[in-house]
C-alpha cells in the first residue's frame, strides 16, 4: 500500500460486489425509461464507468464538473458550476452520480438546478456517504457505503487532485493533510 495510506477502507472486491448489488437495482428501476446518468467530475469517474458497465439495460452518460475544496478537507458552503450540462433533461429520467456525499452542500446545489429543467425524476446515486457530517436536509436514494467521518481517497477521490487513480478507497494519514 502507498505510503500517506493509514489502512484500506473499501477494498477492489467489496466495490466490485456493491457495484454489481447497486446495477441490479438500477436495472430493475429503470427499465424501458432511457435514463440519463449524469457523473459529476472528476470525483466519480471510476464509479459511473464500473456502475454503467455493470448495467443491462441502455442508459445514456453525461458529466458535469462542480467546483473543488483545493487544499482544504471541508466544505466552505459555496458551490460554483464549472461545466453545465450539453443536453436539455426535460422529460428524462436522471441519475446524479457522486463520489461522496460529505456536507451534502454540492449535491443539494446541484439538485436544485437540475429541477428547474423539469426532469421526470431525479435521484442520487452515491458510492460513499459521511452521514456525520450532514449540514443540509439532502435525500440520497442509492448509497454504496456508508463511512465513519475520515478523509477519504483513491478510486476517483482525491486530496489536492493527488490519489485518484489508486484503486481502492483508503484513508488518507492526518500528517499529509495537518501540515
Ligand atoms: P459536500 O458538498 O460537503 O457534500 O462535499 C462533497 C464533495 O466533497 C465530494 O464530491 C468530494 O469531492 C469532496 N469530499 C468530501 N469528503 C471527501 C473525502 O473524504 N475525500 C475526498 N473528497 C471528499
Ligand atoms: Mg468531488
Do not use: W
Not at 26 to 36: R, T, V
Not at 149 to 154: A, K, P, R, Y
Request: one cysteine or more; proline letters at 3%.
Amino acid at each position: 500500500m502507498y505510503k500517506d495510506f493509514e489502512k484500506v477502507l473499501v477494498s477492489k472486491e467489496q466495490l466490485a460486489k456493491r457495484i454489481s448489488e447497486l446495477a441490479s437495482e438500477l436495472d430493475k428501476e429503470y427499465n424501458g425509461k432511457n435514463p440519463l446518468f449524469i457523473g459529476i467530475l472528476k470525483g466519480s469517474v471510476f464509479f459511473t464507468a464500473d456502475l454503467l458497465k455493470a448495467l443491462t439495460i441502455p442508459c445514456q452518460m453525461e458529466f458535469m464538473a462542480v467546483s473543488s475544496y483545493g487544499k482544504e478537507t471541508k466544505s466552505n458552503g459555496e458551490v460554483k458550476l464549472i461545466k453545465d450540462l450539453s443536453v436539455p433533461i426535460e422529460g428524462r429520467h436522471v441519475i446524479i452520480v457522486e463520489d461522496i456525499v460529505d456536507s451534502g452542500n454540492t449535491l443539494s446545489y446541484l439538485k436544485r438546478i437540475l429541477l428547474q429543467r423539469n426532469p421526470a425524476s431525479i435521484k442520487i446515486i452515491t458510492l460513499l456517504d459521511k452521514p456525520d457530517r450532514r449540514k443540509v436536509d439532502l435525500k440520497v436514494e442509492y448509497i454504496g457505503f456508508t463511512i465513519p467521518d475520515e478523509f477519504v481517497v483513491g478510486y476517483g477521490l482525491d486530496y489536492d487532485e493527488d490519489y485518484r487513480t489508486f484503486d481502492e478507497v483508503y484513508i488518507l494519514k492526518r500528517e499529509v493533510y495537518e501540515k
